[in-house]
């Protein structure tokens, strides 16, 4: 295979992985750190060294975890209880399920709002738990961004020197 189709061929997937850091069901960093173990096994490992691969590795591992706890952490951080870091995960999951993209922006906060309501919470106090839920999300959905961005770019620069 050639250089130029190799390399034509890991930033396509590359770019499928940085529309997943958005997409759900699309796993965004593992795409992208994907499209780095493609290069390298199809290019004989000129381009990477093992210390290279091993800290975008630990990127894609620590990334993988703020994904699915980012929605989590903003209601923990808005005041939401255990009822409410887990409705929040809950409502993830079945708004994925159900709803689709909408049900990524919409499930959590509704999960930590109902999950805070069912053990007592006032109204306003929810309704700021769920807020706290979206906030985490649109954070988490914009550091993978930008984590997806510079993989990119890494990747780039090491090709290019």
Same mark, same amino acid.
């Not at 381009?47 to 691969?53: A, Y």
């Not at 079945?94 to 909408?102: E, K, S």
């Given at each position: 295979?050639?250089?130029?189709?190799?390399?034509?061929?890991?930033?396509?997937?590359?770019?499928?992985?940085?529309?997943?850091?958005?997409?759900? !069901?699309?796993?965004?960093?593992?795409?992208?750190?994907?499209?780095?173990?493609?290069?390298?096994?199809?290019?004989?490992?000129?381009?990477?060294?093992?210390? !290279?691969?091993?800290?975008?590795?630990?990127?894609?591992?620590?990334?993988?975890?703020?994904?699915?706890?980012?929605?989590?952490?903003?209601?923990?951080?808005?005041?939401?209880?255990?009822?409410?870091?887990?409705?929040?995960?809950?409502?993830?999951?079945?708004?994925?399920?159900?709803?689709?993209?909408?049900?990524?922006?919409?499930?959590?906060?509704?999960?930590?709002?109902?999950?805070?309501?069912?053990?007592?919470?006032?109204?306003?106090?929810?309704?700021?738990?769920?807020?706290?839920?979206?906030?985490? !999300?649109?954070?988490?959905?914009?550091?993978?961004?930008?984590?997806?961005?510079?993989?990119?770019?890494? !990747?780039?620069?090491?090709?290019?020197?």
């Amino acid at each position: 295979m050639s250089q130029t189709l190799l390399t034509v061929i890991t930033l396509l997937i590359m770019l499928v992985g940085l529309a997943g850091t958005i997409i759900p !069901f699309v796993p965004g960093i593992p795409l992208i750190y994907g499209g780095f173990i493609l290069y390298g096994l199809l290019d004989g490992w000129t381009r990477f060294s093992t210390s !290279f691969m091993i800290f975008w590795g630990s990127v894609t591992g620590l990334m993988v975890l703020l994904d699915y706890y980012a929605g989590a952490i903003g209601a923990r951080r808005y005041g939401a209880s255990a009822a409410g870091v887990w409705g929040s995960i809950i409502g993830g999951i079945l708004g994925v399920i159900f709803l689709g993209f909408i049900g990524i922006l919409v499930g959590p906060f509704v999960g930590a709002v109902v999950g805070e309501l069912l053990s007592g919470k006032t109204r306003q106090s929810a309704l700021r738990s769920g807020w706290g839920t979206f906030i985490g !999300f649109l954070a988490g959905s914009l550091f993978k961004l930008v984590v997806g961005c510079v993989m990119i770019g890494s !990747f780039l620069w090491q090709l290019l020197t």
